[in-house]
């Protein structure tokens, strides 16, 4: 016998640090090669740990809700020589590609399980707070499943996106009328007993430092939003933020692009929007301005060669930045295309690692939900990020002294004072403004 280690995986082109979410296993416990060991958290993706033997676990290394470097070790497994394992049954070959598994997993592999199905009372209370996937939350919502009356099928009794599936595809669905006619009739006493006494001093010492008054609702922090909010801090506490914004004249651009919407939906099957311009511009000026396609990496700046543009892309509980690889190669129409398929991915959950990594600058469009101007946290490790606000009817001096109504954006851009300084960020905000204005029937194609 011998015993190997397994250590944090790289989960992405400038992930360096993973999370250890929640053991799936424990010491003692047999595991199959690809089997996985732990979820994990990063700023990029939400992962699982694959097992790279078969064997027995002998050690885990990392606490649930430590933060470990790349290639760190999190447990130890004990191989074991042919012969002492009992062979396994018959596997059906797995759909999971082998550049997943090598990657970490970035989705769980759902077991072939028993079907879930409805109980006719709630479960016995559980010990500790129950948490559930951004995924099953999202269908128990919509269905309006009540999750305490499901029996799930995965690790521990976990519910799972299948369960719920299964669930919606019978229709046999329980909902929260069913919590309230199953509920046990509970009895009160006027005083406490003496074996409960210890268990309220308990409750009483983990008890929430804001008080919780009637009306209240908590909120569980899920994975992804912890992950957001770690970034967010990081890049924050890191990278020195400055500021700067710039406003452009779009009024050509708009009646453009409004004169082919219509066409241009009935021919291609998706909306040619604004904002499609917008990150075309933007990738033509860090051609001719690289700097701002740069990243800090500690003793040294990092110009990326390729220009590969985030676009922030919003759910109810979660924002993702898929990227648009190579925008600068492509046209408006393939920009837009893009946009629109990666935001059906993010809203269906079916983005990809290649979806979400090498991004080298961000664009984000405030504009949808009618802001007019902002400051954007920087998507670390990149340098800068671009807000594109609401385009906006203003009374203009046009010249000669004469007024227009005119249709103007503002555009605001957050940089790494340690990466960037003003004059670069201003010639590239100015080239942005100049691609803008000049968008028109005559000189723009977006083929």
């Given at each position: 016998m011998s015993v190997q280690n397994i250590t944090m995986p790289q989960l992405g082109e400038?992930?360096?640090?993973g999370t250890i979410e929640k053991w799936l296993v424990k010491p003692g416990d047999t595991v199959k090669k690809y089997d996985p060991l732990a979820e994990v958290v990063t700023d990029k993706v939400n992962a699982e740990i694959p097992s790279s033997f078969e064997g027995v676990i002998t050690e885990l290394l990392a606490q649930e809700g430590q933060t470990l470097p790349v290639g760190a070790v999190v447990c130890s497994i004990e191989i074991a020589g042919e012969g002492e394992l009992p062979a396994p049954p018959p596997e059906k070959k797995s759909t999971v590609s082998t550049a997943i598994l090598n990657a970490g997993v970035q989705k769980k592999q759902e077991a072939p399980q028993q079907v879930a199905a409805p109980v006719s009372a709630p479960k016995e209370a559980r010990t500790g707070k129950v948490r559930y996937s951004p995924a099953v939350l999202r269908l128990a919502q919509e269905h309006d499943i009540a999750l305490d009356l499901v029996t799930g099928t995965g690790e521990g009794g976990r519910i799972t996106r299948k369960d719920l599936l299964k669930l919606i595809e019978t229709g046999n669905i329980p909902t929260a009328n069913d919590v309230a006619q199953a509920a046990p009739t509970v009895q009160t006493t006027s005083a406490p007993t003496a074996a409960s006494a210890p268990q309220q001093q308990v409750e009483k010492a983990a008890a929430p430092v804001q008080p919780i008054h009637p009306g209240d609702i908590?909120?569980?922090?899920?994975k992804i939003r912890r992950a957001i909010a770690n970034n967010m801090v990081k890049s924050v506490h890191e990278a020195p933020h400055a500021w700067m914004m710039m406003e452009v004249d779009v009024t050509d651009l708009v009646t453009y692009r409004d004169s082919l919407k219509n066409e241009f939906k009935q021919k291609?099957?998706?909306?040619?929007?604004?904002?499609a311009f917008f990150v075309k511009a933007v990738a033509q000026a860090l051609k001719e301005f690289p700097m701002l396609n740069s990243m800090w990496a500690e003793d040294k700046i990092i110009q990326k060669h390729d220009i590969n543009i985030s676009i922030a892309v919003a759910t109810d509980d979660a924002l993702f930045v898929p990227v648009i690889k190579h925008a600068d190669e492509k046209s408006i129409k393939g920009i837009a295309k893009e946009i629109n398929e990666l935001a059906i991915k993010v809203r269906t959950g079916k983005l990809a690692m290649d979806d979400i990594t090498g991004g080298t600058f961000t664009v984000n469009n405030t504009g949808a939900f009618g802001s007019v101007q902002s400051?954007?946290?920087?998507?670390?490790?990149?340098?800068a990020i671009l807000q594109v606000e609401s385009i906006v009817k203003k009374p203009v001096v046009l010249p000669g002294g004469m007024f227009a109504a005119r249709d103007i954006v503002n555009l605001c851009l957050s940089l790494d004072h340690r990466v960037l300084d003003g004059l670069v960020c201003g010639k590239f905000l100015n080239r942005v403004k100049e691609i803008l204005e000049n968008t028109n029937k005559s000189s723009t194609s977006v083929y």
């Amino acid at each position: 016998m011998s015993v190997q280690n397994i250590t944090m995986p790289q989960l992405g082109e400038s992930v360096t640090e993973g999370t250890i979410e929640k053991w799936l296993v424990k010491p003692g416990d047999t595991v199959k090669k690809y089997d996985p060991l732990a979820e994990v958290v990063t700023d990029k993706v939400n992962a699982e740990i694959p097992s790279s033997f078969e064997g027995v676990i002998t050690e885990l290394l990392a606490q649930e809700g430590q933060t470990l470097p790349v290639g760190a070790v999190v447990c130890s497994i004990e191989i074991a020589g042919e012969g002492e394992l009992p062979a396994p049954p018959p596997e059906k070959k797995s759909t999971v590609s082998t550049a997943i598994l090598n990657a970490g997993v970035q989705k769980k592999q759902e077991a072939p399980q028993q079907v879930a199905a409805p109980v006719s009372a709630p479960k016995e209370a559980r010990t500790g707070k129950v948490r559930y996937s951004p995924a099953v939350l999202r269908l128990a919502q919509e269905h309006d499943i009540a999750l305490d009356l499901v029996t799930g099928t995965g690790e521990g009794g976990r519910i799972t996106r299948k369960d719920l599936l299964k669930l919606i595809e019978t229709g046999n669905i329980p909902t929260a009328n069913d919590v309230a006619q199953a509920a046990p009739t509970v009895q009160t006493t006027s005083a406490p007993t003496a074996a409960s006494a210890p268990q309220q001093q308990v409750e009483k010492a983990a008890a929430p430092v804001q008080p919780i008054h009637p009306g209240d609702i908590e909120i569980p922090v899920t994975k992804i939003r912890r992950a957001i909010a770690n970034n967010m801090v990081k890049s924050v506490h890191e990278a020195p933020h400055a500021w700067m914004m710039m406003e452009v004249d779009v009024t050509d651009l708009v009646t453009y692009r409004d004169s082919l919407k219509n066409e241009f939906k009935q021919k291609e099957g998706f909306n040619l929007t604004y904002f499609a311009f917008f990150v075309k511009a933007v990738a033509q000026a860090l051609k001719e301005f690289p700097m701002l396609n740069s990243m800090w990496a500690e003793d040294k700046i990092i110009q990326k060669h390729d220009i590969n543009i985030s676009i922030a892309v919003a759910t109810d509980d979660a924002l993702f930045v898929p990227v648009i690889k190579h925008a600068d190669e492509k046209s408006i129409k393939g920009i837009a295309k893009e946009i629109n398929e990666l935001a059906i991915k993010v809203r269906t959950g079916k983005l990809a690692m290649d979806d979400i990594t090498g991004g080298t600058f961000t664009v984000n469009n405030t504009g949808a939900f009618g802001s007019v101007q902002s400051m954007g946290i920087i998507n670390y490790p990149q340098a800068a990020i671009l807000q594109v606000e609401s385009i906006v009817k203003k009374p203009v001096v046009l010249p000669g002294g004469m007024f227009a109504a005119r249709d103007i954006v503002n555009l605001c851009l957050s940089l790494d004072h340690r990466v960037l300084d003003g004059l670069v960020c201003g010639k590239f905000l100015n080239r942005v403004k100049e691609i803008l204005e000049n968008t028109n029937k005559s000189s723009t194609s977006v083929y």
